[in-house]
């Protein structure tokens, strides 16, 4: 191969671009959708991860979705370190032209345009003929070369087009001028075996094929979409499409996390490079689950509680004489610390921005004032602050920026004498409001305060608590998921206190219902 590509110049054989596509194919599926403020903090995450494409959303979905791939243009899109930044669009003249309007301004950008290839879809959905698909393709990828010089076209559901079929739609795409093709395996049925042979099938017959960057977007309905990823890399592909904790339609995509550490681990059949800084994917990995309120399962690879756990007694012995004997990769090199002493109330403002330093953040001063009093008040009340309530407190804080309504504090009675009682104040659009509600219990009497002062009818589907660290001053770690019109939101709060923890994971909750009322769902991908 011999690949000179518009972002990334003269390729070398052995170089993997990590494609993410949390912000869009993640952030797509049900209860995983995010608003502005935590869409940037993502996307800041990702790039300091060392991701090479960021694709931040598909521009003409909805007005919120085109102002999201914008402001990514226009934050991250400008910094030195930036990826290249990448709207999806159809193949179709209005997607293409909101996508390239959305990314202007980023100093690096990407059209990706997707139309399906397979019979169904083109018969079913599309109802275009196979030469219509090719003339469509060819007519959005000349457009698109207009507006970008980097260009990805996608074959949806390639794993199951007719491959001779696959091979004419691939070769007119990359005549047009697309600089990536990517063959998506759309709905996780294939095979590694599949794959490979449809990678190699492309490479063997297309003129041109080697001299662009082959990609591999892998779903995983079998649980199938890593090993497909690294088959397809043994085959060829050179640019991986991924998402943070495997999120994405149905049951997920292929996990970054997993695909990095499974290339870096078994260097010795994989010998690939790629420019993902692994010490930080647990950070990311929290931040997303944060962010949306889905943690992984414990027995996640790489990022889940117990992915470097040991249990059993035999295992705890050999791991103790020599990680080696149950460890494949060591925990630090995932971003996994032991819990850490860090600060104590007694901590001024310079340590506590080292600490946020070293934790991998770098968030403005007036975020960092209020992270500062919050961390403060933290330290007041409970014994040991660990990295992990550091981490809590700044998500939550960073979480909270641009809300309309904001938590500002609560007064609780309760007890097993008499009904609880909840004085409550809020700021909703920068003005304080007071409300005080009785309820079957203190959280539900805090819920009742809060709807009288911000009226809704979004219905309470899910509530729960975890603990951010152990012991009994550990910070509450609270989720509540909303529910109005089919619309579902999650929101998450932490706290000391378990009540004010709900109620800041109710507001947030709330917030997220406020932007999901602006927006309509993404339009089926037909053209
Ligand atoms: O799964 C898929 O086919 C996609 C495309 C839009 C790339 O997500
Ligand atoms: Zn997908």
């Given at each position: 191969?011999?690949i000179?590509?518009?972002?990334?110049g003269?390729?070398?054989?052995?170089?993997?671009?990590i494609?993410?596509?949390?912000?869009?194919?993640?952030?797509?599926?049900?209860?995983?959708?995010?608003?502005l403020?935590?869409?940037i903090?993502?996307?800041e995450?990702?790039t300091?991860?060392?991701?090479?494409?960021?694709e931040?959303?598909f521009?003409?979905?909805?007005?919120?979705?085109?102002?999201?791939?914008?402001a990514?243009?226009e934050?991250?899109?400008?910094?030195?370190?930036?990826?290249?930044?990448?709207?999806?669009?159809?193949?179709?003249?209005?997607?293409?032209?909101r996508?390239a309007?959305?990314?202007?301004?980023?100093?690096?950008?990407?059209?990706h345009?997707?139309i399906?290839?397979s019979?169904l879809?083109?018969?079913?959905?599309?109802?275009?003929?196979?030469?219509?698909?090719?003339?469509a393709?060819?007519?959005?990828?000349?457009?698109?070369?207009?507006?970008?010089?980097?260009?990805?076209?996608?074959?949806?559901?390639?794993?199951r087009?007719?491959?001779?079929?696959?091979c004419?739609?691939?070769?007119?795409?990359?005549?047009?001028?697309?600089?990536?093709?990517?063959?998506p395996?759309?709905?996780?049925?294939?095979?590694?075996?599949?794959?490979?042979?449809?990678?190699?099938n492309?490479?063997e017959?297309?003129?041109g094929?080697?001299?662009?960057?082959?990609?591999?977007?892998?779903h995983n309905d079998l649980?199938?979409?890593?090993?497909?990823?690294?088959?397809?890399?043994?085959?060829?592909?050179?640019?991986?499409?991924?998402?943070?904790?495997?999120?994405?339609?149905?049951?997920?995509?292929?996990?970054?996390?997993?695909v990095v550490?499974?290339?870096?681990t078994?260097?010795d059949?994989?010998?690939?490079?790629?420019?993902?800084?692994?010490?930080?994917l647990?950070r990311?990995?929290?931040?997303?689950?944060?962010?949306?309120?889905f943690?992984?399962?414990?027995?996640?690879a790489?990022?889940?509680?117990?992915a470097?756990a040991?249990?059993?007694?035999?295992?705890?012995?050999?791991?103790?004489?020599?990680?080696?004997?149950?460890?494949i990769?060591?925990?630090?090199?995932?971003?996994?610390?032991?819990?850490?002493?860090?600060?104590g109330?007694?901590?001024?403002?310079?340590?506590?921005?080292?600490?946020?330093?070293?934790?991998?953040y770098s968030i403005?001063?007036?975020q960092l004032?209020?992270?500062?009093?919050?961390?403060?008040?933290?330290?007041?009340?409970?014994?040991?602050?660990?990295?992990?309530d550091?981490?809590?407190?700044?998500?939550?804080?960073?979480?909270?920026?641009?809300?309309r309504?904001?938590?500002?504090?609560?007064?609780?009675?309760?007890g097993?004498?008499?009904p609880?009682?909840?004085?409550?104040e809020?700021?909703?659009?920068?003005?304080?409001?007071?409300?005080?509600?009785?309820?079957?219990g203190?959280v539900?009497?805090?819920?009742?305060?809060?709807?009288k002062?911000?009226?809704?009818?979004?219905?309470?589907?899910?509530f729960?608590v975890g603990?951010?660290?152990?012991?009994?001053?550990?910070?509450?770690?609270?989720?509540?998921?909303?529910?109005?019109?089919?619309?579902?939101?999650?929101?998450?709060?932490?706290?000391t206190?378990?009540?004010?923890?709900?109620?800041?994971?109710?507001?947030?909750?709330?917030?997220?219902?406020l932007?999901?009322?602006?927006?309509?769902?993404?339009?089926?991908?037909?053209?």
């Open positions: 191969m011999n000179i590509h518009p972002s990334f003269k390729l070398d054989d052995n170089r993997i671009i494609f993410d596509t949390t912000l869009r194919d993640g952030e797509q599926s049900p209860g995983f959708s995010m608003n403020a935590e869409k903090r993502m996307a995450a990702l300091e991860l060392g991701i090479d494409v960021m931040a959303g521009a003409i979905a909805s007005p919120g979705d085109f102002e999201s791939v914008k990514i243009a934050s991250v899109g400008q910094r030195d370190d930036t990826p290249v930044i990448a709207s999806l669009a159809r193949a179709g003249q209005m997607d293409v032209l996508a309007e959305a990314l202007k301004s980023a100093k690096r950008r990407r059209i345009i997707v399906a290839t019979e879809h083109m018969k079913v959905k599309l109802r275009l003929t196979p030469e219509e698909v090719i003339q393709t060819v007519d959005s990828v000349t457009l698109a070369r207009q507006h970008a010089d980097d260009v990805e076209w996608s074959a949806e559901d390639a794993t087009s007719d491959q001779d079929f696959l004419r739609v691939v070769e007119a795409a990359i005549r047009a001028g697309a600089t990536t093709i990517n063959l395996d759309t709905v996780g049925y294939a095979m590694p075996d599949d794959i490979a042979a449809m990678y190699r492309i490479l017959r297309v003129p094929a080697d001299q662009i960057v082959l990609s591999t977007h892998n649980g199938m979409g890593v090993a497909n990823t690294l088959a397809a890399i043994r085959a060829g592909a050179r640019q991986v499409e991924s998402t943070i904790n495997g999120i994405g339609e149905r049951a997920g995509n292929a996990s970054l996390e997993e550490m499974a290339i870096r078994r260097h059949v994989m010998p690939f490079s790629n420019n993902i800084k692994t010490t930080s647990l990311v990995s929290k931040l997303l689950s944060t962010i949306t309120g943690d992984v399962q414990p027995n996640k790489i990022v889940g509680r117990n470097f040991h249990e059993a007694g035999i295992h705890q012995d050999g791991v103790l004489k020599d990680a080696a004997t149950y460890e990769m060591t925990p630090e090199s995932v971003g996994w610390q032991k819990n850490s002493l860090v600060l109330k007694h901590s001024g403002r310079a340590a506590f921005r080292d600490k946020l330093n070293t934790l991998g403005g001063d007036n004032n209020d992270a500062f009093r919050r961390f403060k008040d933290l330290a007041d009340r409970k014994k040991i602050v660990y990295d992990e550091i981490v809590a407190l700044v998500d939550d804080e960073v979480m909270r920026d641009h809300e309504v904001r938590f500002v504090s609560l007064d609780l009675h309760a097993s004498k008499a609880p009682q909840a004085e409550l809020l700021e909703v659009d920068g003005v304080v409001h007071k409300a005080s509600s009785s309820g079957d203190p539900d009497a805090t819920f009742a305060a809060i709807r002062i911000f009226p809704h009818e979004a219905n309470l589907v899910l729960s603990a951010v660290t152990e012991g009994t001053d550990a910070q509450a770690k609270t989720t509540v998921r909303l529910e109005e019109k089919g619309k579902m939101v999650d929101g998450q709060g932490a706290d206190d378990t009540i004010v923890a709900s109620a800041r994971a109710y507001v947030h909750a709330l917030n997220k219902l932007v999901k009322r602006d927006r309509t769902e993404p339009a089926a991908l037909s053209a």
